[in-house]
Structure formats: structure tokens, C-alpha cells
């Protein structure tokens, strides 16, 4: 055989195929067709080398920066707002102690009612208790010792006290939610709880009145003979219960209203990325 048959028994056989056989062999070989063909080739190209691994790492990380620049956080101001109104509480009571500076206000005119009330409906359950109570206490103390020079507790105090803690436990019966008006309603409730059980505590105590219906209605209307009659006190403390207690009310109120506003305006601001996120997705 010639150089002509060498050749031909050396070439491997191969079929031959038709030209649609051909273009599907194409395609089943890796060939790429159609309008990504070019980008797809490229990423192709863009995989090998040394410093493709380096390389697809960083358009990774690119890419989730990008995500997290241009992704909206919400802020959640329920924690501010609570912890602002617990401060503007706060700082109720120490008005409220400036209040009892002697001579600051009529007798039996007090914010003692309502600041005792409102602590049960705004602050937190132990705050409620030992805040008021502790106020009310020292001031008391330092009155007796200071100006009226008197032991700095006595049993007299108890009636007062036991008033207080059921002020306080009545102004947990309410809610913050409350209407203002509901909230006033519960402040002259208050005060009603406090000249019953003081008086009444007093009608027990003094010898001056007879251990009768008769004695306890004197107690809580005319008093003993020689002092102002207690129904007077009685009208002051309504109207210190009321007034003060729909004053706190509307000052909490106040407060988480213009929270509230700032809330919808932090909302409705417009998202802002960063300018590399901006540069990153303009050249993309």
C-alpha cells in the first residue's frame, strides 16, 4: 500500500454526520449559542487562572455589601418612648416633693393623690411602690425633723400610708390607654379612698368620738368640736385629685404623642445608600 493507504488506516473512523447532526454535536459538546453566548464565554474565560478564586470572592463580597447598603433598617422607638415617659414620671415626683413645701399650697390641697394614682398606672409594677412611697417618706421625715420638729415617724403616719398603697393599688386597675377622662375619673376615686380611710383610722383612734355609725359619719362630715369641719378637707382633696391627676395624664399623653410623630417621620424618610454602594451599582 502507498503513503496514501497508511494515512487513511492511521485517521481515526469517525461517522459521517449530517450538518443538523453536526450543530447538535456542537451543543452537546459545551458550544454556546444564542444572545448570552458572549457573556457566558466571558465568565467562562474569567474562571480560570490563578486569580480566579481571589477574584470571584471579591465580586461576592461586592455584591452583599451592595445589598446591605441599599437594604432598609427599621428602628423600632418603643423602647425610647417608654423609657422617655419613665423619666418624664420621674421628674413629676420631684415636682410633686416641691409641692409639699410648707405653706406651698391650701391645707389638704395635694398632688399626693394623684402622684400615688398615676404611679400605678404608668410605672413599672415594683417602681410603682417603693417610688411614690419612698418620695413621700422622706419629705415627710425631713418636714417633721426640720420644720415642725416633731419624732420623724409616728403612728399617726400609718393612716396616710395606707392610703397611699391603696392608691397605688387602685392605679394599676387602669390602664395607660385609658381615656383622659377615665384617668381623671380614677384620680377622684383616689382621693375618695384616701379621706375614707384616713378618717375613718382617725374616728378609730381619737377618744373623741363615739365607736357608732353616728361617731364615724361625724368623723367623715363635721369632725370634732373646735376644728374645721372635715368636709372641707374633703372638697380640697377632690379637686387637688382631679386637677393634678388630669394634669399627669395629659403630660404623659403629651409625651408619647409627639413620640408617636416622630416615629411616622423616621418612616417616611426616603433610603439613603451610601455613595460607594452608588459608584459600585453605576459601574456594574
Known sequence: MGLGGRSSMNRPLTPSLSPRERVAGGRVRGQVHGPNASAKANGATHEHGPNAPRANSANQ??????????????????????????????????????????????????????????????????????LPLGVMLVTDIMLNVLYYHVPAVGAYMLANYASYTAIVWLGQKFSAKSSWLKLVGGGLLGAVLFYLITNTLSWCQDPGYAKTLAGWIQALTTGLPGYPPTWTFFGNSMLSGGLFTGLFAAAMRLSEKMGAEEEVVAENEPDEQPEDAQTEESGA
Do not use: I, Q
Open 61 to 130: 463580597l461586592s455584591e452583599a455589601a451592595t445589598r446591605l447598603s441599599a437594604r432598609r433598617v427599621d428602628v423600632s422607638f418603643k423602647p425610647v418612648k417608654e423609657k422617655s415617659n419613665l423619666w418624664l414620671a420621674v421628674a413629676l415626683m420631684a415636682v410633686f416633693a416641691l409641692t409639699r413645701l410648707p405653706n406651698m399650697l391650701p391645707l389638704n390641697f395635694s398632688a399626693a393623690y394623684a402622684v400615688a394614682f398615676c404611679a400605678g398606672v404608668y410605672l413599672p409594677r415594683r417602681m410603682a411602690w417603693w
